[in-house]
T-cell receptor
Framework: AQRVTQPEKLLSVFKGAPVELKCNYS??????LFWYVQYSRQRLQLLLR??SRESIKGFTADLNKGETSFHLKKPFAQEEDSAMYYC?????????????FGGGTRVLVKP | NAGVTQTPKFRVLKTGQSMTLLCAQD?????MYWYRQDPGMGLRLIHY???????AKGEVPDGYNVSRLKKQNFLLGLESAAPSQTSVYFC??????????FGPGTRLTVT
């Protein structure tokens, strides 16, 4: 069964410190993974996807098929990075390409 | 483009009342989704649609119905609201690159 796991519910870091949000997945096939971010009381928005290999707002994520992980990293966290982060994996077309979301990680960046 | 819009933004219902949440998108997307977001549980898929006139059940469909009479609109109905349906509801639509675009959410309280 397809599954996305975010083991940390809360990450609290100081401004300027590195932050890493863990995401592990189970999927048979070649996965396509996303990170979504939700700032306080706002809608979810796409942060990045692994095939684009971009750095968005200083965040990067590398797909590690051997470890089945897609961890999100930022070397120097900023206060505006405080938000809820969700890792997501689309299902097959036959299942409507639904996104399977992890449980989310709340990031709190302290001044 | 307005993207994905939802109405209403807030609603308080009494147990047993009914209501309809409206989602509209102006991006000509085929796929649309309804999620609920609850603390500690991430996002869970209620129902989805792969095109006008089609709907399918997600993870937590009980107590909800949906309709997709027009491509741009996806309605979520609660026939007899229960306190367990107190949640924040998000609608989303998906482009061909599997990226989902979310609405601003509807905060529903059932007393």
């Amino acid at each position: 069964a397809q599954r996305v796991t975010q083991p940390e519910k809360l990450l609290s870091v100081f401004k300027g410190a590195p932050v890493e949000l863990k995401c592990n997945y189970s999927y048979s096939g070649s996965p396509e993974l996303f990170w979504y971010v939700q700032y306080s009381r706002q809608r979810l928005q796409l942060l990045l996807r692994h095939i684009s290999r971009e750095s968005i707002k200083g965040f990067t994520a590398d797909l590690n098929k051997g470890e089945t992980s897609f961890h999100l990293k930022k070397p120097f966290a900023q206060e505006e990075d405080s938000a809820m982060y969700y890792c997501a994996l689309p299902r097959a077309k036959a299942a409507g390409n639904k996104l399977t979301f992890g449980g989310g990680t709340r990031v709190l960046v302290k001044p | 483009n307005a993207g994905v819009t939802q109405t209403p933004k807030f609603r308080v219902l009494k147990t047993g009342q009914s209501m309809t949440l409206l989602c509209a998108q102006d991006m000509n997307h085929e796929y649309m989704y309804w999620y609920r977001q609850d603390p500690g549980m991430g996002l869970r898929l209620i129902h989805y649609s792969v095109g006008e006139g089609t709907t399918a059940k997600g993870e937590v469909p009980d107590g909800y119905n949906v309709s997709r009479l027009k491509k741009q609109n996806f309605l979520l109905g609660l026939e007899s609201a229960a306190p367990s349906q107190t949640s924040v509801y998000f609608c989303a639509s998906r482009n061909r690159d599997f990226e989902q675009y979310f609405g601003p959410g509807t905060r529903l309280t059932v007393t």
